[in-house]
């Protein structure tokens, strides 16, 4: 079965801190992983994904899929960044075109 | 606004009603998803088309829910004799067919009561 799992639904932490957004998934084969992101008022947008191997807004993400993890990564957290983060995994066969959202983690980060 | 547009934005409804929910999507964009997000959780795939063609339905979808693409274009979403566990967040999204990205709407936020 396809499964994201994020195991924090909140995680805050102070300006200047790093922050790390937890992302597990269930998947044979290799996945294709991206992460969301949706600040207060705003729709939901894309982050990054684990293909282009970039930096978002500091952000980065590794696939460990010896672990099967994808997690979220920022050295140095700003008040800008808090918002509401979803890992989603991209559906394969059958599910194709369908992405599998993990139930979010709302980082907050406090001046 | 050039993003992918959703109408209403809210919709409350009695239950028993039916309602009904439009999406734009962007406009080179073939693909066209729907997802509902109830509070909590992430969104959860309902069903897509590329142009005209619905590809893909989830088990969520049951039988009073149904959506369409006539042309193409915009997609409508209609649930029949709505339930109080209908109420939740609808999102639409698009993406061209080579497009890792899809692109959400704002969503239409549905309450039955």
């Known amino acids: 079965a396809q499964r994201v799992t994020q195991p924090e639904k909140l995680l805050s932490v102070f300006k200047g801190a790093p922050v790390e957004l937890k992302c597990n998934y269930s998947?044979?084969?290799?996945?294709?992983l991206f992460w969301y992101v949706q600040y207060s008022r705003q729709r939901l947008q894309l982050l990054l994904r684990?293909?282009s191997r970039e930096s978002i807004k500091g952000f980065t993400a590794d696939l460990n899929k010896g672990e099967t993890s994808f997690h979220l990564k920022k050295p140095f957290a700003q008040e800008e960044d808090s918002a509401m983060y979803y890992c989603a995994l991209k559906g394969r066969g059958s599910t194709l075109g369908r992405l599998y959202f993990g139930r979010g983690t709302q980082l907050t980060v406090w001046p | 606004d050039t993003g992918v547009s959703q109408n209403p934005r809210h919709k409350i409804t009695k239950r028993g009603q039916n309602v009904t929910f439009r999406c734009d999507p962007i406009s080179e964009h073939n693909r066209l998803y729907w997802y509902r997000q109830t509070l909590g959780q992430g969104p959860e795939f309902l069903t897509y088309f590329q142009n005209e063609a619905q590809l893909e339905k989830s088990r969520l979808l049951s039988d009073r829910f149904s959506a369409e693409r006539p042309k193409g274009s915009f997609s409508t979403l209609e649930i029949q004799r709505t339930e109080q566990g209908d109420s939740a967040m609808y999102l639409c999204?698009?993406?061209?067919?080579?497009?890792?990205?899809?692109?959400f709407g704002p969503g239409t936020r549905l309450t039955v009561t």
């Open positions: 684990h293909i």
């Open positions: 999204a698009s993406t061209k067919d080579t497009s890792y990205e899809q692109y």
């Open positions: 998947y044979s084969g290799s996945p294709e």
